[in-house]
């Protein structure tokens, strides 16, 4: 069975850092590409970050651009999110989500149960 397990949030103060990670179970990153997805209360589900299963070709939303980073380790299957320089507008419940469409950075299946980033101001 397909598992996806977030961790690394936490509450920190604007101008901070955070790293996220994603332990995957079920498939390989070989196989499918995977990304970071955030929502907010009262906000849309948005993409943050996707990363291809084949390469290191990425996919980073404007607002995180210069700021966050997304990386992974096929031989482990953990992908983790970089956050640097965060503002209260990050705050959300972050999740990891494979499959996706990397190009438009959506998912297509398996959500984890997510991890809360609390940045105050």
């Known amino acids: 069975e397909v598992q996806l397990v977030e961790s690394g949030g936490g509450l920190v103060q604007a101008g901070g850092s955070l790293r996220l990670s994603c332990a995957a179970s079920g498939f390989s990153f070989d196989d499918w590409a995977i990304g970071w997805f955030r929502q907010a209360p009262g906000k849309e589900r948005e993409g943050v970050s996707c990363i291809s299963s084949t390469d290191d070709s990425t996919y980073y939303a404007d607002s995180v651009k210069g700021r966050f980073t997304i990386s992974k380790d096929n031989a482990k299957n953990t992908v983790y999110l970089q956050m640097n320089s965060l503002n209260p507008e990050d705050t959300a419940v972050y999740y990891c989500?494979?499959?996706?469409?990397?190009?438009?950075?959506?998912?297509?299946?398996?959500w984890g149960q997510g991890t809360q980033v609390t940045v105050s101001s």
């Open positions: 989500a494979a499959p996706i469409d990397l190009y438009v950075c959506q998912p297509l299946g398996y």
